[in-house]
């Protein structure tokens, strides 16, 4: 089983001031990236849905309207094989429409989880998302017979930067990595492949130092990719390992269009010639 955990918001900066994520206590991503092969991918076009559509078809795209045929879904589709998104409402286009190349329909063998942010008040609680998502993320790994792939897309920091608050930007942060951990035991339990990455930052830079003003769009860093599984433990994909686990020190390796790729070769299925990105592998 192959999970890809989509960590939106969660982009790869120098500590500072203005970054969230340097700032807050991450244990537990730390620890995967001293074990596991790591990676900087650079992202593309400042816009969610053009990000999803090049790491879901494999393609470096300049626009969301890009055209495309094939998609890291149709492929694990045709071979035959389970696979199952999970999104939060705002990213629920992003995950199903644009990652699947612009299909409309469920491949055969695809299920599609939507989970809701609002509370009983109709409120964005983006604590109560992350919760929802990690426990339908674990319920699936659970099951009898999970899926070959799992996507979830967790835009808990996003959502969280939107106030403006780089204590509650920082609280987030702590936030999923205690979800991480809960996600990794269960898919280590199973021997499962687990890829984490982002479709872009945000908390990574949650303020405009220069006009001392918050900062909650989108920015233009560089995202982490870490492979997880016990066939990557202590070892390397031939790439640089960060200096004193900070990822900043790292050049990027790749851009978004590579994970389609990579994910292909963990699950030794042949990666389309129309597909421009490579395996990091």
């Known amino acids: 089983m ?21 700032a807050a206590k991450t244990p537990t991503f730390l620890n995967l990236v001293k074990n596991y092969p790591v990676a900087l991918l650079q992202a593309a076009d400042k816009n969610w849905n053009a990000r999803y559509l090049g790491l879901g078809t494999g393609r470096e795209t300049k626009d969301e309207t890009a055209e495309t045929d094939i998609s890291l879904s149709s492929v694990i589709s045709a071979a035959g094989l389970q696979q199952v998104k999970i999104a939060e409402t705002e990213r629920f286009a992003a995950l199903t429409h644009f990652f699947n190349g612009h299909h409309e329909d469920k491949f ?13 008040d109709k409120k964005v609680k983006p604590e109560l998302a992350l919760k929802r998502i990690a426990k339908e993320i674990i319920n699936i790994i659970n099951t009898d017979e999970p899926p070959a792939f799992l996507v979830a897309a967790i835009p808990c920091l996003d959502l969280t930067a939107a106030e403006g608050d780089f204590s509650a930007n920082k609280k987030a942060v702590e936030a999923v990595d ?9 898919a280590d339990a199973k021997e499962g492949i687990l890829i984490i990455t982002s479709a872009g930052g945000n908390v990574e830079k949650s303020r405009n130092l220069v006009m001392d003003l918050p900062d909650t769009g989108l920015t233009d860093n560089p995202v982490p990719l870490v492979i997880v599984g016990p066939e990557f433990e202590g070892k390397t994909i031939g790439l640089a390992d960060p200096l004193n686990n900070d990822l900043s020190s790292l050049t990027p390796a790749g851009t978004l269009a590579d994970v389609a790729p990579t994910i292909l070769e963990i699950m030794k299925l042949a990666k389309p010639g129309n597909m421009t990105g490579e395996s990091l592998i």
Do not use: Y
């Open 2 to 22: 192959v999970i890809l955990l989509l960590l939106d918001g969660w982009g790869v900066a120098p500590a500072g001031e203005a970054n969230a994520i340097t």
């Open 108 to 120: 055969p063998g695809e299920d599609w989880r939507i989970v809701s942010s609002t509370g009983k």
């Open 178 to 186: 205690k979800v991480l951990k809960n996600i990794f035991s269960a």
